[in-house]
């Protein structure tokens, strides 16, 4: 059965750099595609953006000059940056894996908050 | 972006209730809807694809129908195990979107 298991600090500062990593375990991590998705507090979901097929990346557009997701497939961990942050980026942020037909997402980390603060 | 919009935002229902949550898309998107389950403080969890199509081990009082703009979820007898909160997912084009969630209460 594989796992996602997001890890991180918990909290950053306004105009710093957000950085997430998702072990994948139970699994190879290029058996699949991976997505990153967040929720503010008291809020609905939001997808970030994807990887696939050796590396290509997309991003929701209202993020993409601020996000970049990445694979270590030595350390099965896939990573989310998202630069410039301020508070409208806090949010419990979860990775997911790609559904097997489709992009829809079956199996989901059990998730992590990150505040913007000062 | 395609808009998913359900309704409605809050229902109050009681054990052994049927429910049905609907999902409207602001441009048609075939079947490629998906719906969690989403309790607090817990990751949301798979529970249909395409539509109608039921992922393995969400039991069988769930079911999925509608195709184009229109879709629904129904819980066909609610046991108190179901009482969280329900989003639908569009996949038909990027950027994925979700709808803003319905949240199943005790009524």
């Known amino acids: 059965q594989v796992q996602l298991q997001e890890s991180g600090p918990g909290l950053v500062k306004p105009s710093e750099t957000l950085s997430l990593t998702c072990t994948v375990s139970?699994?190879?991590?290029?058996?699949?595609?991976w997505s990153w998705i967040r929720q503010p507090p008291g809020k609905g979901l939001e997808w970030i953006g994807s990887?696939?097929?050796?590396?290509?990346?997309f991003y929701n557009p209202s993020l993409t000059s601020r996000v970049a997701i990445f694979v270590d497939t030595s350390k099965n961990q896939v990573s989310l940056r998202v630069s410039s942050v301020t508070a409208a980026d806090t949010a419990v942020y979860y990775c997911?894996?790609?559904?097997?037909?489709?992009?829809?997402?079956?199996?989901w980390g059990q998730g992590t908050l990150v505040t913007v603060s000062s | 972006d395609i808009q998913m919009t359900q309704s409605p935002s809050t229902l109050s229902a009681s054990v052994g209730d049927r429910v049905t949550i609907t999902c409207r898309a602001s441009?048609?998107?075939?079947?490629?809807l998906a719906w969690y389950q989403q309790k607090p403080g817990k990751a949301p969890k798979f529970l249909i694809y395409q539509a109608s199509d039921l992922e393995s081990g969400v039991p069988s009082r769930f079911s999925g129908s509608g195709s184009g703009t229109e879709f629904s979820l129904t819980i066909s007898s609610l046991q108190p195990d179901d009482f969280a909160t329900y989003y639908c997912?569009?996949?038909?084009?990027?950027?994925?979107?979700f709808g803003q969630g319905t949240k199943v209460e005790i009524k």
């Open positions: 139970g699994g190879s991590i290029t058996s699949s595609y």
């Open positions: 990887m696939f097929d050796s590396g290509s990346t």
């Open positions: 441009q048609s998107i075939s079947s490629w």
């Open positions: 997911a894996r790609r559904g097997v037909t489709s992009w829809f997402f079956d199996n």
């Open positions: 997912q569009q996949y038909n084009s990027f950027p994925w979107t």
